[in-house]
């Protein structure tokens, strides 16, 4: 079942992604012709015989080496299940990965791959900021395992990185931890350099490897497999599953490291479900389309904010003008400055709620990458569990507004941005009356 589709190339070219998406990885024969695969919606899976059980059962707890053309067999849905292997072999196209694994979130894909690369005693070295769900993981919940996060500021030179490395007690670095761009500031983080300086430290006893959650940008618009990285995750709850209607994650490396992320995956049961899995296929077969029309719209709108009398500073991946080093990191690195928006409004958090409070198309919630536009408060909201101060220094501002532009027409959503601009100058103008 979980062979893959013998047609991925047509006269010896490798077909793209985007028209592997309906069809990689699935025969229609294996069910009753059905032109889509259908959902595996089952907990368990019969056995031929007693010997097939116990074949399958040795190479699933790794009691022996497969054989060659082997693989291992349907067992149980913690395990494997056909509706999350068809989704797996579809989610390495774009990426070039060798394996992925889904998960039930994105979250769950983090926490899985790091405590299944991580062990007491190792430092993980991480940007800032990351979402704020990834920050309280890194800071709080592997403390408890005797982990310590260690935090690089966005402003950090590479000579800064270097000299922060070598001030970690030999043998302990284990993880460079990255989310580029960053959630929210749009904050570009090299991977090339980073992965050069994981490789220089590493030893075959002690291997550093690079992590990236590339959730931002997804896996259209950018691959850090090709720039050095280990492993990469996404929250696919966002432009991969793209219309916020579940909630899922991934994770895609090589077979080995993969393999070992997978173990860890059937122990804490953190895997996708058939259901969502299926959801995500039908997502996928639409991913480009999706992404290449918001971030068409985002260019739009994020160029006419920046010209808006009540916008201090926008944060978008070409107004990077000011920075040289961003520049760079963005003409290596990606290949669309994607959909996410952040801006400074005038004013302070009083003027951003304002702003928030007076949308009407486009709606107040957390989350991104859904075919609808967002807008919301990164500092009281995804990350209202970093401190103030600790904000102030990733450059999370009280003003901070973070949109996440959807396929709606643009002209509409500068309509709704318009009005809820006048609600603020309109109270604004009143409040300065009233003194």
């Known amino acids: 079942m979980s062979k893959l589709h013998e047609h991925a190339q047509i006269s010896g070219q490798t077909l793209r992604p985007e028209s592997l998406m309906m069809s990689y990885g699935y025969t229609p024969a294996w069910s009753e012709g059905a032109i889509k695969p259908p959902i595996f919606q089952t907990s368990t899976f019969v056995f031929k015989n007693a010997e097939e059980g116990k074949a399958f059962f040795e190479l699933a707890y790794g009691l022996r080496q497969a054989d060659p053309d082997e693989e291992m067999g349907l067992i149980y849905s913690r395990l494997n299940n056909p509706s999350l292997e068809i989704l ?8 070039g990965a060798e394996e992925a694994a889904s998960f039930a979130s994105g979250m769950a894909a983090i926490s899985t791959t790091l405590l299944a690369l991580l062990k007491p005693g190792d430092v993980v070295l991480h940007s800032e900021p990351v979402y704020g769900g990834s920050d309280f993981f890194l800071k709080n919940v592997l403390r408890k395992f005797g982990i310590t996060a260690v935090g690089f ?22 993880m460079i931890f990255v989310e580029t761009p960053a959630n929210p500031t749009n904050h570009l983080v090299d991977l090339e350099a980073c992965a050069a300086l994981a490789r220089q430290h590493s030893t075959p006893e002690h291997p550093i490897r690079l992590v990236v959650d590339n959730t931002f940008l997804g896996p259209v618009f950018q691959h850090p497999l090709k720039h050095g990285a280990d492993v990469v995750l996404y929250s696919a709850t966002k432009f991969i599953g793209g219309h916020s209607d ?6 895609l490396a090589s077979k080995p490291l993969m393999k070992e992320i997978k173990a860890m995956r059937t122990f804490m049961g953190t895997m996708c479900d058939p259901n969502t899995g299926w959801m995500l296929m039908r997502s996928l077969e639409t991913l480009k389309l999706r992404m290449e029309r ?14 808006h009398p009540l916008v201090a500073r926008t944060y978008y991946l070409t107004h990077l003008e000011h920075n040289p080093a961003q520049q760079d990191i963005y003409r290596r690195h990606c290949l669309s400055p994607g959909s996410m928006i952040s801006f400074d409004i ?23 990458g859904g075919t609808e536009s967002l807008a919301e ?38 309509l709704d941005i318009s009005q809820a601009f006048e609600a603020v100058g309109v109270v604004k103008e009143r409040e300065m009356e009233l003194a």
Request: zero cysteines; proline letters at 5%; glycine letters at 8%.
């Open 88 to 95: 797996e072999h579809r989610l390495t196209l774009w990426d």
């Open 153 to 174: 500021r966005p402003t950090a030179t590479p000579e800064e990185l270097t000299a922060q490395v070598a001030g970690i007690e030999q043998g302990r670095l284990a």
């Open 246 to 251: 579940l909630i899922a994650g991934a994770a």
């Open 294 to 307: 918001a971030a068409q719209s985002a260019q739009v709108i994020a160029d006419w904010l920046r010209e």
């Open 346 to 368: 005038k004013g302070g958090e009083a003027e951003a709620f304002r702003f928030l409070n007076a949308l009407k198309l486009i709606k107040l919630a957390v989350s991104l």
């Open 377 to 414: 408060h990164p500092g009281t909201m995804t990350h209202s569990d970093i401190t103030l101060e600790e904000q102030a220094e990733m450059g999370i501002t009280p003003q901070m507004i973070r949109l996440s532009i959807g396929v709606e027409d643009p002209k509409d959503l500068m």
